[in-house]
């Protein structure tokens, strides 16, 4: 296993923008790039759970907090870094109030946000039944808000005019309903924190995501601000189960420049969590233990552990005019995820009062109709050397004998009567998942040539064989 982790070090991430993924709108969100770095762990615990981990391959992310109330952009609203952040505090406040009451305005969106409609048990055995495995949830954003009873801030649901709701302390009950649904629980948590006065001093402006004052002079009050996201974090680790991730967005709060003392709050954490996955986004090294590239997947196939996290709609909370992904983008593009030795975490945004809209349901519902027939192709498989050919993906099971080709139809368009790969080379019976059935093939000069059975369901094909 050793060797295998030394040949894996090193390997390029050239990160290719899915292009369906490319919709129109300027409320579309940036993407992170990944490194073309990445250190294995060397606890067996954390290898172990990674190795579970990529069993899932298909993950459910949520963003929600105050910012679903006017459905806005998550936080960024509130940083004056550029044109493309004032645009969207335009689009939140057309207006145009002053900064400072903007802030305001934003921050006490938290007196507004009351989810009277929130189950979430219901959410579990939904996205259970859907065929998602894992769970990332935002317990913090950067605009410091946190869906949990956080002992150090007032600024918390809990606070607020949900606090004597049934699920008050939100992630809390999330976590809960999604582990007894057997879901692997990750929890995203913003290392920067704009509602902090030892982040962002009120005294000063604003101009930037970073800290508004110089840390150098102020030790003391970084040092504080490094206590509080460190006691942030141990609550998350002591009081909510059992948690498996450890999702840290916010890549720019690294060391040197802004040392919260990372590696410490990590081995704290798996003194209580052991086996956690730590995943601190952006930053290459002991504490990245899978690569997160947004709203992007790799141009090439990957051979350590990566999750391409992507939208479903146009923003990641959610919005009252969303431009929707269709279930054959969200399946084609799990193939290909999957192909190229990834997880894939999709990300739905719930409204204010805690319900997924009709249109997102209506989407997943098609994905889990799909996954039910041809999740064999996916769950638990790994890569193979020839993992792609035109429209055709390929993935493998873990003995490297049974392959999978799943042929991404084309959104809008009808099944072809045959598909044609090269090689791959199959030997013996070929079955096709959608109705378990053997399907008729031909191989000459090293390209296979399948023929399409009629009367199927016009969707992705995924066919199970064995290789020569």
């Not at 060797?3 to 050239?14: C, H, M, N, R, S």
């Not at 991730?245 to 040392?259: H, N, S, T």
Request: hydrophobic content about 35%; proline content about 6%.
């Amino acid at each position: 296993m050793k060797k295998l982790y030394t040949l894996l070090l090193g390997i390029g991430f050239a990160l290719g923008i899915n292009a369906q993924n490319n919709l129109k709108s300027d409320k579309q969100t940036f993407v992170h790039t990944a490194s073309d770095k990445y250190e294995y762990p060397t606890d067996p615990e954390v290898l172990k759970k990674l190795d579970q981990w990529q069993d899932l391959k298909f993950g459910i992310m949520f963003h929600w907090g105050v910012y679903s109330v006017p459905g806005i952009a998550e936080s960024w609203a509130l940083c004056s870094e550029d044109r493309w952040f004032t645009k969207r505090r335009e689009e939140a406040r057309p207006d145009r109030p002053s900064y400072g009451d903007f802030k305001k305005w934003y921050w006490g969106l938290s007196e507004k946000f009351k989810p009277s409609r929130f189950e979430p048990s219901e959410w579990a055995s939904y996205m259970k039944k859907i065929g998602f495995k894992y769970l990332i949830f935002t317990t913090k954003h950067h605009d410091g808000f946190c869906m949990y009873d956080s002992k150090y801030t007032d600024y918390t649901v809990t606070k607020g005019p949900y606090k004597n709701g049934k699920y008050a302390n939100v992630a809390y009950h999330v976590f809960d309903a999604f582990r007894k649904q057997d879901f692997m629980i990750g929890a995203y948590f913003s290392k920067p924190d704009w509602h902090n006065e030892n982040y962002w001093d009120p005294f000063f402006s604003t101009p930037t995501r970073n800290p508004n004052y110089n840390i150098k002079k102020y030790p003391e009050k970084w040092e504080k601000y490094r206590q509080f996201t460190a006691n942030q974090i141990d609550e998350l680790m002591s009081d909510y189960g059992r948690i498996d991730i450890l999702w840290l967005d916010g890549g720019w709060v690294r060391k040197p420049e802004q040392d919260i003392k990372l590696d410490e709050i990590v081995d704290n954490a798996r003194k209580k969590q052991p086996g956690l996955i730590a995943v601190d986004r952006t930053i290459p090294g002991r504490n990245e233990n899978y690569q997160t590239p947004e709203q992007a997947i790799p141009a090439e196939q990957q051979s350590f552990p990566w999750e391409s996290c992507i939208t479903i709609s146009n923003t990641w909370g959610w919005n009252p005019n969303p431009i929707f992904k269709s279930a054959e983008w969200v399946i084609n593009t799990l193939a290909e995820v999957v192909a190229k030795g990834g997880c894939l975490a999709l990300n739905v945004g719930p409204d204010s009062e805690g319900v997924i809209e009709d249109e997102v349901v209506k989407r997943l519902d098609q994905v889990g109709k799909w996954l039910d027939k041809n999740g064999e192709a996916i769950y638990a498989t790994r890569i193979t050397p020839h993992y792609h050919d035109g429209n055709v993906w390929f993935t493998a099971n873990k003995d490297g004998k049974t392959l999978y080709a799943i042929y991404a139809l084309p959104e809008n368009e009808n099944l072809p009567a045959i598909i044609e790969w090269t090689g791959n080379i199959p030997g013996g019976r070929m079955t096709l998942l959608q109705n378990g059935k053997a399907v008729k093939y031909t191989c000459k000069d090293g390209k296979v040539t399948v023929t399409v059975p009629k009367g199927i369901s016009n969707e992705t094909l995924a066919f199970r064989f064995k290789v020569k």
